[in-house]
């Protein structure tokens, strides 16, 4: 076991572990460490504790020092710089012609290196545009292109549910999210109705798919021939899944009856997972072109740890 700290550097960014040596550190302190980018200025999100050391990527690198006021203006005075280059530098892309969309702007804590991240369609060309800023700023310039997930992690907003983005406020990293899962909560898998403010699968989708892929398993599927308690059959005409109900419709002559049962009242025989071609029935193709190539897309985005 060894004593850590967790130290965050961006609003909802990745915690990174670090040594608190013999400073007495509280969460939400400010502190400064050092880093593969050079000095930081963090935020203590996860107060001193023992971890087993498997969890930890060595070296573990200590806290230079709990953060002074003067490093706290520093700060402060950096976030201003970032707004001065964050103009300058779209005056530069309009210079080049470059097709490209600048997100953010952020200064090392030291100003060794000022970061540029933006979005594009395809690779950029930005060799004289590096050249160009580099001889205003006089530091080391770097240009990291992202993704529209990170792009939406940066910026923020508004999702359906009327909050604050998920990936905003409080997701470290991204988890991966799949058309099942919408399928699993019976949800629309219209695309516009399952995709966020990024145009990717929402986020939230994954909070309680494992909740419904444990209780999907307890209950038959529509259309299945179950067996009560007393002997009759029926069909299964639709299912609850978190009161665990099912409706079967029961054949009495030439009548037919709707009755609601507990799933543990019935017999069946569990079916294995559908996977995604025995499921193309569920929409027309229209819809499952799109399904497609929003999962495709969805594969494809990557997370920026830093």
């Known amino acids: ?35 593969a980018r050079g000095v930081e200025y963090g935020l203590v999100v996860i107060e001193p504790r023992m971890v087993p050391d498997e969890r930890v990527i060595a070296p573990l690198k200590p806290v230079i020092r709990i953060a002074t006021p003067e490093d706290d203006e520093k700060e402060m005075a950096n976030k201003a710089k970032e707004k001065t280059a964050y103009g300058i530098c779209l005056e ?5 012609k470059l097709e490209m969309k600048l997100i953010d702007v952020e ?38 292109q992202i993704g529209v997930r990170d792009e939406t992690k940066i910026l923020g907003g508004i999702g359906t549910c009327g909050r604050e983005l998920c ?15 919408a399928k699993e909560q019976n949800l629309s898998l219209n695309p516009s109705k399952i995709s966020g403010v990024c145009g990717r699968l929402m986020c939230c989708l994954n909070n ?14 529509v259309g299945d021939v179950v067996k009560m308690q007393d002997g009759i059959t029926g069909e299964v005409h639709s299912v609850n899944v978190l009161r665990q109900k099912v409706k079967v419709i ?11 049962y507990e799933a543990s009242q019935l017999k069946f025989v569990p079916k294995k997972r559908k996977d995604k071609n025995q499921n193309q029935n569920d929409v027309d193709d229209k819809e499952l072109k799109m399904l497609e190539m929003l999962e495709k897309k969805e594969g494809k985005s990557k997370l920026n740890d830093d």
């Open 208 to 221: 309680e798919a494992k909740t419904y892929e444990y209780l999907n398993k307890k209950l038959p599927s």
């Open 250 to 260: 029961i054949e009495s002559g030439d009548t037919k009856e709707i009755r609601e």
């Open 92 to 96: 530069k892309i309009a210079k080049h």
């Open 107 to 144: 200064y090392t804590f030291d100003n060794n290196k000022v970061l540029f991240y933006f979005t594009a369609d395809g690779r950029i060309d930005f060799r004289e545009l590096v050249k160009d800023l580099a001889s205003v700023f006089k530091t080391r310039i770097e240009l990291r």
């Open 1 to 35: 076991m060894i004593n850590v700290i967790g130290v965050r550097f961006r609003n909802a960014g990745k915690v990174y572990y670090f040594s608190p040596g013999e400073f007495e550190i509280h969460c939400h302190d400010h502190v400064i460490v050092e880093t």
């Open 167 to 181: 990936c905003h406020s409080y997701l470290c990293e991204f988890s991966p999210v799949s058309i099942k899962m």
